[in-house]
């Protein structure tokens, strides 16, 4: 498949992918709505983090955003995210800590994460009992 990248400044935004993305949603029998991580993770969802004050983001694998905030015992919900990020651009520029919009689903090769993948079995237990 094509893709086309709009060049800003630094960052590459791939908005092929999430225009995709959206019409990939539309054609799913039942529509599903993203709500949680384990949602994103279930359907194998990158998700979009994007900085709210400078032009900073991030495209992550959904699996270990899932399991950190499963280990933390943290809200899962993709609203409640951005409490428990900051861009680590401005910190390194401004040492202020600027939380990200929520993140949202898209079509996109994933960026490199810092984050551990979950463990197998956990993984497979939280899959065996996911219904939606
Ligand atoms: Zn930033």
Request: glycine share 2%; hydrophobic share 40%.
């Amino acid at each position: 498949m094509a893709r086309f990248f709009l060049q800003v400044g630094e960052n590459v935004l791939d908005l092929f992918s999430s225009i995709v993305g959206a019409m990939t949603f539309a054609r799913r029998e039942e529509p599903i709505e993203i709500r949680y991580l384990v949602d994103a993770a279930a359907y194998h969802d990158v998700l979009r983090i994007e900085c709210s004050k400078c032009d900073h983001q991030v495209a992550w694998e959904p699996y270990p955003l899932w399991w950190w905030f499963e280990c933390k015992g943290w809200d899962q919900r993709l609203t409640a995210v951005p409490k428990r990020l900051y861009c680590k651009k401005c910190w390194q520029l401004v040492f202020r800590k600027f939380r990200p919009r929520p993140p949202y689903p898209v079509r996109a090769d994933p960026d490199p994460c810092h984050l551990p993948m979950p463990l197998e079995r956990e993984w497979k237990r939280v899959m065996s009992r996911y219904r939606r």
